[in-house]
């Protein structure tokens, strides 16, 4: 089985490591060849000389070398770094929807049927991981599978059976089998080994009032979720709560976000607590019923996309810096707040056109309020985001809105119901939908890095005031300016767009 080499400069590594250097948590993993264990750079191990380690991109690599995750650092609970080197690429998309659970459980997808998705061959695709991951996409997948079952079994309760559900695996035997196998321990032997599980999860196997005999009761867990700093959150929470909605989300303090969803016909909600000190945020996930823990991957996933959990903001930070203008009036950490979906991106962004912040708001409000289903999760009573479907043939009168924009809010709702896999882009052939709202709904709803959004009226401003006070670029005009920006701030657009969205 080939394996790689970490494309990261040994030296860099090796001062990392060697700090605990919590920016480059999930950038790299180092092997320790005399324990045949991987970690993360910030393992609270003692340190191990230089010619016992090797240096891996990821965990699959150290994986394939013959080495088991480390007990302590946990390399399963890793901030992920493929999403952000720059590129969507057909790996990246390819893989981003594996971790979301397409290849797992009993309704799982084929790789044949994966490949049709992304618009290439099979063939292609297993020659892409084979060449870029060393190892085969069926290969990557299980191994994905794995450290989610490995991370539940340290972090929750779950019963073993319902750890293998959440995985993704539909055979018990099998999965201990896998885990034997590729970990060197059973499910078993690890919980054994794991002290102090989370004893605040909970499973109730009594039916809820929303629940049948078909779906069993409630489940709540909660996980750590790590993220490299630094991170605004400040600023990232009050984005959200200036936007939020009542009762489909929350803010219970100045540390918390928390919000429902519905995910392929699964309903829940999670809440989220800022950890600063140990760079990771505790978070409750709830599930309205056991049947959906085939869904948590693709739960999980949401989550970190969300709060962009998994950004290298270092990186962004300093290729943002390069920008004269913005040197110095910066704020470090600043990250894109992500919403539940695309089609919600893309009514917030509808919603929004050529009103103020407060306006839209009001809007939402109004709109989920009317249009949004109700539902008791637990003891908590949540609004879940309209679907496509009930907005398509609503009236929308509840909204003051032009019949024009109303018009086009019934017409993405339409198009996005009778096409839900299309990408934002083919929106354009609806009326009242232009390229700002596509960018938006991507940046947003898509977490796309790359959206500068130049055609934003507030964008614009700040960007014309910077340029102003600095004489060498006075004279440029707008849309030389932009290009110019674009240029220097690929593949990180969003970024500078939220950075001037930012500035006072």
Same mark, same amino acid.
């Given at each position: ?58 965990? #699959? ?81 299980? +191994? ?26 539909? @055979? ?104 600063? @000190? ?6 409750? #996930? ?26 290298? &903001?270092?990186? #962004? ?39 103020? &912040? ?18 008791? &999760? ?22 003051? &809105? ?37 960018? +938006? ?25 910077? +340029? ?9 005009? +707008? ?26």
């Amino acid at each position: 089985m080939l394996v790689q080499e970490c494309q990261l400069d040994k030296d860099a590594c090796r001062k990392a490591r060697l700090a605990r250097d919590p920016r480059f948590d999930g950038q790299f993993f180092i092997g320790v060849l005399t324990t045949k264990i991987y970690c993360r750079p910030i393992c609270p191990a003692v340190s191990p000389k230089e010619q016992n380690v090797r240096y891996f991109d990821n965990a #699959i690599q150290a994986a394939n070398a013959g080495l088991r995750p480390c007990l302590r650092c946990r390399p399963d609970s890793a901030p992920k770094s493929y999403a952000w080197q720059g590129t969507q690429t057909t790996l990246d998309r390819a893989k981003a929807l594996i971790d979301a659970g397409t290849l797992s459980g009993t309704e799982g997808q084929s790789v044949e049927a994966l490949s049709e998705r992304l618009g290439i061959s099979s063939r292609y695709l297993r020659r892409l991981f084979n060449d870029k991951m060393g190892i085969s996409v069926k290969g990557y997948n299980q +191994y994905r599978q794995l450290l989610l079952a490995k991370q539940l079994l340290h972090q929750t309760e779950l019963p073993i059976t319902q750890v293998a559900f959440a995985a993704g695996f539909t @055979s018990i035997r099998r999965f201990n089998e896998a885990f034997q196998q590729t970990l060197q321990l059973t499910p078993s032997e690890l919980r054994k080994e794991n002290a102090k599980p989370n004893r605040e999860h909970r499973v109730s196997t009594e039916l809820t009032p929303n629940s049948t005999n078909q779906n069993k009761g409630l489940v709540a867990l909660k996980l750590q979720m790590s993220f490299r700093p630094p991170f605004s959150w400040a600023k990232q929470h009050h984005f959200y709560q200036v936007r939020a909605v009542t009762h489909m989300e929350w803010l219970a303090d100045e540390l918390s976000y928390g919000r429902s969803f519905t995910i392929n016909g699964v309903s829940g909600y999670f809440s989220a607590k800022l950890d600063a @000190s140990k760079h990771q945020f505790n978070v409750e #996930i709830v599930l309205e019923n056991e049947s959906g823990l085939v869904q948590l991957s693709a739960v999980i996933n949401g989550i970190r996309r969300v709060l962009d959990l998994d950004a290298n &903001i270092s990186q #962004i930070d300093n290729v943002l810096e390069t920008i004269t203008p913005l040197a110095g009036q910066m704020t470090q950490g600043l990250r894109l707040p992500g919403v539940w979906s695309v089609f919600e991106a893309g009514c917030r962004a509808v919603l929004g056109q050529q009103v103020s &912040i407060v306006q839209a708001s009001k809007l939402l409000n109004q709109l989920v309020l009317a249009y949004g289903e109700e539902r008791l &999760i637990g003891d908590k009573r949540v609004k879940l985001f309209p679907t496509p479907e009930v907005i398509a043939k609503a009236e929308l009168t509840e909204l003051k &809105i032009p019949g024009a924009r109303r018009n086009a809010l019934n017409a993405l709702a339409q198009f996005v119901y009778e096409h839900p896999d299309a990408v934002p882009d083919s929106w354009l052939t609806i009326k009242g939908i232009g390229p700002w709202t596509i960018a +938006y709904a991507k940046m947003r709803g898509l977490s796309d890095p790359n959206i500068l959004l130049c055609g934003d009226l507030v964008v614009k401003k700040r960007v014309l005031a910077l +340029y102003s006070e600095h004489s060498e670029n006075s004279g440029s005009d +707008y849309s030389a300016i932009s290009q110019k920006l674009a240029q220097i701030s690929t593949p990180w657009g969003s970024y500078l767009t939220f950075q001037l969205w930012n500035l006072s």
